[in-house]
């Protein structure tokens, strides 16, 4: 078995591959997958699969591939403010990621049938905002998870401008999914084994494109054996954000430009930044094959883009690495967190300074 791209010795080796074979191509969807460990989200006993471009599942817990959740990412087309409802929400893995690009004023729902699963969600949820390094870098549109069947979810819900479906949707539930969409929302689901987006264009209209060729488990049906009724899900209210929250966003928002304005004044002094540290690179061929693992199946993108044009640019990065010197002179220096320091640094009570730090760890 094969990944569609070569396995990463870590997190930012995997996404330098799946930037290297399209699979993300913004800045947005990258810094997101950048600042949350995959495998934060495995079981320490399987840690050293996770950042091979495969689907992971113990029990009720799953992961899909890197490339399935870039691709995912790339065409949901997020940005800051928007709503987002992930149904089978799983690890809430991909949810996190999609919280950092909405930023604090954006809506992120999650349904998820096992509730095993949603504690798991719920405690690596609170291991990311407690102890990541990349945590203060984003304001965070944290997840709230509900149980239940996502079939079920009750007709008076609010509409969403984003949605994605991590389970495969059979013909006859694509219009209910429809449904859950605002005018000029993205749905992004697997339909007849093609990831499939669709963007709702006005009440009745809407635009298809298929993205890539896949095989999900197919969306669980209801069961109403028992009482013969449906159980309705009713998914979290639209709260508006507290004064107390709101000061806090400014008030980051504020430290995080007055850093950023000493940065650059420094910078204007002639005060060069230390040298960014750059990965070796090594030239991998793009695998086009195609994975089975529990009941999850990618393949080939639908549309490939060559690969053939890109040796001379491939040789030309190489050439400065081969120039580098020892490989202890090529370890980075430990990133600064400049919002922490400068918040510890002011003159406020410690309880205050740990609010405005959301009492993170590091």
Request: proline share 6%; hydrophobic share 35%.
């Amino acid at each position: 078995m094969g990944g569609a791209v070569s396995a990463g010795e870590d997190n930012d080796e995997l996404i330098d591959n799946l930037k290297e074979a399209q699979y993300i191509r913004t800045e947005l969807v990258e810094q997101a997958f950048r600042a949350i460990d995959r495998a934060d989200y495995y079981l320490e006993e399987f840690k050293d699969n996770a950042y091979k471009d495969l689907a992971w599942k113990h029990g009720n817990i799953h992961l899909s591939a890197p490339c399935i959740y870039s691709e995912v990412m790339e065409a949901l087309d997020l940005q800051p403010g928007l709503s987002f409802l992930n149904l089978g929400s799983g690890t809430g893995y991909l949810s996190s990621m999609v919280g950092l690009i909405l930023g604090p004023f954006g809506v992120n729902h999650g349904v998820e049938l096992h509730s095993d699963v949603i504690e798991y969600a719920k405690q690596k949820l609170d291991f990311f905002i407690k102890t990541s390094d990349s945590f203060d870098k984003f304001e965070f549109c944290e997840p709230s998870f509900v149980i239940g069947n996502c079939l079920e979810i009750s007709p008076d819900c609010t509409q969403y401008d984003r949605v994605y479906c991590g389970a495969g949707v059979q013909k006859e539930h694509e219009d209910y999914m429809k449904n859950l969409l605002k005018v000029g929302g993205i749905l992004v689901m697997p339909l007849e084994e093609k990831l499939t987006k669709i963007t709702r264009t006005g009440p009745s209209a809407w635009e298809t494109k298929k993205i890539l060729a896949v095989s999900f488990a197919p969306l669980i049906q209801p069961n109403h054996a028992d009482s013969g009724k449906s159980r309705l899900v009713h998914l979290p209210p639209v709260a508006v954000r507290s004064l107390q929250d709101l000061a806090r966003i400014a008030i980051r928002g504020t430290i995080k430009r007055i850093i950023h304005q000493e940065a650059l004044s420094k910078a204007g002094n002639g005060l060069k930044s230390p040298p960014r540290f750059k990965r070796r690179r090594v030239r991998r061929r793009r695998m086009e094959t195609i994975v089975f693992l529990d009941k999850e199946v990618f393949a080939s993108r639908i549309s490939n883009p060559s690969d053939d044009n890109n040796n001379s640019e491939d040789m030309e990065d190489e050439r400065p690495d081969e120039e580098e010197t020892k490989p202890s002179e090529l370890k980075p220096d430990p990133p600064v967190n400049f919002l922490r320091e400068k918040v510890l640094s002011l003159p406020l009570p410690d309880p205050l300074k740990y609010y405005l730090l959301y009492y993170r760890e590091k």
